[in-house]
């Protein structure tokens, strides 16, 4: 076994699990049925943010009855941190967003910048209409805006670095079926 693999398998073995599967599948299908009352008749442009909110977006879709235009964008400030610096677009979005109503879905709202950052890029470029799904909002003071909020959250989890369903440590357990905290931080 290589030296990263041991450190993973670590890192899991010693991490809380904050949030089970279950409970994170049951977040998701109330969050597919919010997103399918507001936006169904809307036929909305939904980009799924790069890297972290694949795993969301990918089990969302299909729970959404309803025409959906599906697209992608990545947007970065973390890399290989648990600390975020300055927001790198790696690749902007390429649909026109031209009156469009746009659905922005993430993993993770921890202080915003990013989330505001696409969503701001959205308008900007003659978004009608931008909302923005989260699994996950981080609870802390340190929000980019005051009362900053995604208009679908999956759920609200305590102020630790957190893995799992999109969410990386070091670029590994994106794939973690749960939610968890690292030990320590
Ligand atoms: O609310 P913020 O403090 O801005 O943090 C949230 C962002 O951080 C993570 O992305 P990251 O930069 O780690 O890139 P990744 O999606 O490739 O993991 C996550 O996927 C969000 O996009
Ligand atoms: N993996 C991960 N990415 C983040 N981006 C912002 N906050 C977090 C976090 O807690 N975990």
Redesign the pocket.
């Known amino acids: 076994m290589t030296d990263t693999v041991a450190e993973m398998n670590q890192v899991m073995a010693d991490a809380d699990c904050l949030v089970t599967e279950q409970q994170v599948h049951t977040a998701i299908n109330t969050m597919a049925q919010e997103i399918a009352d507001r936006l169904k008749d809307s036929n909305p442009l939904l980009f799924c943010?790069?890297?972290?909110?694949l795993i969301l977006t990918g089990q969302l879709l299909p729970k959404l009855h309803f025409p959906v235009q599906a697209e992608y964008m990545h947007?970065?400030?973390?890399?290989q941190e648990t600390t975020?610096g300055i927001l790198e677009w790696k690749l902007r979005p390429d649909a026109d967003l031209n009156d469009r109503t746009v659905l922005i879905v993430?993993?993770?709202?921890?202080?915003?910048?990013?989330?505001c950052a696409i969503a701001d890029y959205c308008r900007a470029h003659g978004a009608r209409e931008v909302l923005t799904a989260v699994l996950v909002d981080k609870q802390h003071d340190r929000k980019a805006r005051p009362d900053l909020k995604a208009d679908f959250t999956g759920m609200e989890v305590e102020d630790r670095f957190l893995f799992g369903y999109?969410?990386?440590y070091k670029g590994y357990w994106r794939n973690a079926p749960g939610i968890y905290a690292v030990k320590g931080l």
Do not use: K, P, Q, S
């Not at 943010?49 to 909110?53: A, C, D, F, Q």
């Open positions: 943010v790069m890297n972290g909110g947007a970065t400030r973390y890399r975020g993430d993993d993770i709202l921890d202080e915003g910048t990013t989330l999109g969410m990386d």
